[in-house]
DNA sequence: CGCCTAATTGACAAATTTCAATGGTGGTGG
DNA sequence: CCACCACCATTGAAATTTGTCAATTAGGCG
């Protein structure tokens, strides 16, 4: 996706002995100078097929990313959250849209100089790269996801991911915040938003879930939310610490 | 998918103007000293969650790269063609397993001198670049396919992209090999083996394509094909921008 | 406070899966 | 070289899931 995610990952790929530090040692530091941008809920940042002068980093906010097929109909690919890359690809031209979900803080990088920055930094290259293979893996989890699980599995993947993002930053927290609509989710998840809509009336029912408006949401049963999501196995984000009781 | 595709190939094969060179010009000759293996139809190059210690590329035959998930349902995440790469990761161990379709030769190549390699080579980083982004893509393409396109739109899709990869040696030809089973074909389009089988039938009804066996398959309407494919305008627009190097 | 749009809910339709049976290919051994 | 066997593929019918269309409800923003 090209949109890059900005978790864990520490250098394991070079390990040259630290010098004196010519560049910035991190990535975000590079876009610390960087004039910020602001735009509204709704407003495009870019489009599929503009040409690629800039990569963006969300410094507050969500952002949608997107693809459009024939006849109109839409694929969200990801959404993007503040510390999150995107447009690092060497295409001229991004092969995907950008929307802001919501009121959306970002700073710009002229495509040319980050590669410059990246290409002469032995430093920034296993940084990026690692972005890069999350990305990768993201992509991945979304497609299988998307190859064999129901309704019900997807959606629980995905509120089970919102609430590992969350405890990223308050980790006791069982409530999410889903900014983006309805037909955001059923986009990202390759449904309706009416089985969406279903789909979670029926986790209200059983007690996993509770809605708190339309934008938020309360995780009343972490494990068996879990379960459902049906990563099972391969899913080694997975921490025994995120789930409270059954 | 990690499963580097190698459409892109830039030839500096036969550039001989420079003279001392410390490392191979591209990727492909890195693997060129290396110990060539081999494996039957059916054998496991390696499983999800193994060590990663190598990288390999194809050299002939046809590998299949895939994840499963909780009750044994498979999704293949990709098919690998000689000339691909497959492990090019930092994580320490394989996020999906890799088994041949039929029988397969390779090239090894260790992670660590791999990752060297590519870490003291201005010229290879950009070529790894470029696949890494190419694969990112296929990845995406692979995410609109599933999120919305029908079963036909699938498999025709499927079927496009196996003609364009026959014609990238005979481009000519109508006629494109199938080597992998049905099972496959419907783990990697997210069908059942029914659908598959189902569609090709009607497929060759309407006179679009007509079986040659099991594993072969001549396409007598390709316009057609394509259009029922639906990928409509984001298909034929690269040229690949590489990255400037210092 | 009220409106507008998003979200929910319901009834029905369509696509795909599931289950079950048949058919065909290719490989192996006689 | 042929016949048989196992496995893969095809076909059919029924079931299930999800999508579509059409109301109704309710949040959130002005």
Request: proline fraction near 4%; include cysteine; charge should be neutral.
């Amino acid at each position: 996706m090209y949109a890059i995610n900005s978790k864990q990952q520490i250098d394991r790929f070079h390990t040259d002995a630290v010098a004196a530090r010519p560049s910035p040692p991190t990535i975000e530091a590079l876009f610390d100078r960087q004039v910020p941008g602001e735009i509204e809920a709704g407003v495009t940042l870019f489009l599929e097929g503009d040409r690629a002068t800039h990569l963006y980093e969300v410094v507050e906010g969500v952002l949608r990313v997107f693809k459009r097929i024939t006849d109109g109909r839409r694929v969200i690919t990801g959404f993007l959250y503040p510390g999150d890359l995107v447009g690092a690809s060497l295409k001229d031209r991004h092969l995907f849209g950008a929307e802001a979900v919501t009121r959306t803080r970002f700073r710009r990088f002229g495509r040319r100089e980050f590669q410059e920055a990246i290409n002469n930094s032995p430093e920034l290259r296993p940084q990026l790269f690692a972005r890069l293979c999350d990305e990768m893996a993201a992509a991945q989890n979304q497609i299988v996801l998307l190859s064999c699980k129901t309704a019900e599995e997807r959606l629980c993947s995905f509120l089970f991911d919102c609430l590992k993002r969350e405890r990223q930053t308050m980790p006791s927290t069982s409530v999410i915040q889903l900014p983006m609509t309805r037909l955001d989710i059923a986009d990202y998840l390759g449904l309706t938003i009416e089985t969406v809509s279903r789909t979670i009336t029926k986790l209200t029912g059983r007690g996993i879930i509770a809605t708190e408006g339309r934008h938020a949401l309360r995780i009343l049963k972490t494990s068996t939310l879990a379960r459902l999501a049906g990563d099972g196995c391969d899913d080694e984000d997975y921490l025994p610490a995120l789930i409270q009781r059954n």
